[in-house]
């Protein structure tokens, strides 16, 4: 079954604490993505990584990092420096940045 | 600075109405425009797309109106049925080599049966 996985669904984190999403594809896709969600915002790029061992800031890349070093994970890290960290995070990937971006089912990130 | 801006943030329709979503852009360099289809608590997925070549695309019940001079787009949605009831994010996308999607702020659509 191809396709984006995001773990965990749902995830809690106190503050000041780092945490880490999970993303995985087995599309054999080369470009992967991160995208924050917050009501009435629509989506906005965090980061994204055209191929392996390479990845660019977006455009709300503060406070985040990521890293790529196998084809398939893409996992990201949200660091105490973010302010606002409570949102729904989502994960993409597409063959190359040309083509059709295919997106996880999302992870839920609340600091209480 | 909003690049992608998006009309009207809420929706209610009857079944069997056409919901008209607008979208309008400020960056000339934009060259593909993909309308994508959410689900509450679910990531969103490619509904259909346009290039600036062309004016209208059609998909089953789903059109795409598009105004290059006025630089708009809009997505139609014929027959509606409750099951379209979803948010709607339009998005462009320039050409270069980074090639970033830039989202609208969502429509929230509801079809009443």
């Known amino acids: 079954d191809g396709g984006i996985t995001q773990s965990p669904k749902y995830l809690f984190r106190k503050e000041g604490q780092n945490v880490t999403l999970s993303c995985e594809q087995n599309?054999?896709?080369?470009?992967m993505y991160w995208y924050r969600q917050d009501p009435g915002q629509g989506l906005r790029l965090i980061y994204y990584?055209?191929?392996?061992?390479?990845?660019q800031k977006g455009d709300i890349a503060e406070g985040y990092s990521v890293s790529r070093e196998k084809k398939e994970s893409f996992p990201l890290t949200v660091t105490s420096a973010q302010k606002n960290p409570t949102a729904f995070y989502l994960c993409a990937s597409s063959r190359d940045t040309f083509n059709e971006q295919f997106f996880g089912p999302g992870t839920r990130l609340t600091v209480l | 600075q909003q690049q992608v801006k998006q009309s009207p943030q809420s929706l209610i329709v009857q079944k069997g109405g056409i919901p008209i979503i607008n979208c309008a852009y400020e960056n000339t360099a934009f060259d593909y425009f993909p309308w994508y289809q959410q689900f509450p608590g679910k990531g969103p997925a490619l509904l259909i797309a346009i290039r600036p070549d062309v004016s209208e695309k059609k998909e089953g019940r789903f059109t795409i109106s598009f105004n290059k001079s006025a630089k708009q787009f809009s997505l139609h949605i014929m027959d509606s049925q409750p099951g379209d009831s979803a948010t709607y994010f339009c998005?462009?996308?320039?050409?270069?080599?980074?090639?970033?999607?830039?989202f609208g702020s969502g429509t929230q659509l509801t079809v009443l049966p």
């Open positions: 998005a462009a996308r320039k050409g270069g080599s980074a090639r970033q999607l830039t």
């Open positions: 599309l054999n896709h080369d470009a």
């Open positions: 990584s055209q191929i392996v061992n390479d990845f």
